[in-house]
């Protein structure tokens, strides 16, 4: 299990643009595959993308293809996630989370950070 600490969300005005960190500290960062959450109040958790160790095809939900970039320093043992064009749908709190196997599902990664705010104003 890794422990994971988010970073980098705040209040913007919608078309702005947001860069948030996870650093991971633990054994093995780079066996992990690694992907960011989102939970926006009233409703479920949502899987916002998802990078395996080599950074090779990453996933993103629909919504964000386009507009979010995932990327990863296994040197470093960061994960990021860049977020452009921002809108008001995409206020949530920001989880960033690892697991072994390559999944968009919330039971498939055992470690979470505790989350950020990415709050988007008109």
């Known amino acids: 299990q890794l422990q994971l600490v988010e970073s980098g969300g705040g209040l913007v005005q919608a078309g702005d643009s947001l860069r948030l960190s996870c650093a991971a500290s633990?054994?093995?960062?780079?066996?992990?595959?690694m992907g960011w959450f989102r939970q926006a109040p009233g409703k479920e958790r949502e899987c916002v993308a998802v990078?395996?160790?080599?950074?090779?095809?990453?996933y993103y939900t629909e919504s964000v293809k386009g507009r979010f970039t995932i990327s990863r320093d296994n040197a470093k043992n960061t994960v990021s996630l860049q977020m452009n064009s921002l809108k008001l749908a995409d206020t949530a709190v920001y989880y960033c989370?690892?697991?072994?196997?390559?999944?968009?599902?919330?039971?498939?990664?055992?470690?979470w950070g505790q989350g950020t705010q990415v709050t988007v104003s008109a």
């Open positions: 633990g054994r093995t960062f780079s066996s992990y595959v």
């Open positions: 989370a690892a697991g072994f196997l390559t999944t968009t599902t919330e039971r498939g990664f055992n470690s």
């Open positions: 990078i395996n160790w080599s950074g090779t095809s990453p």
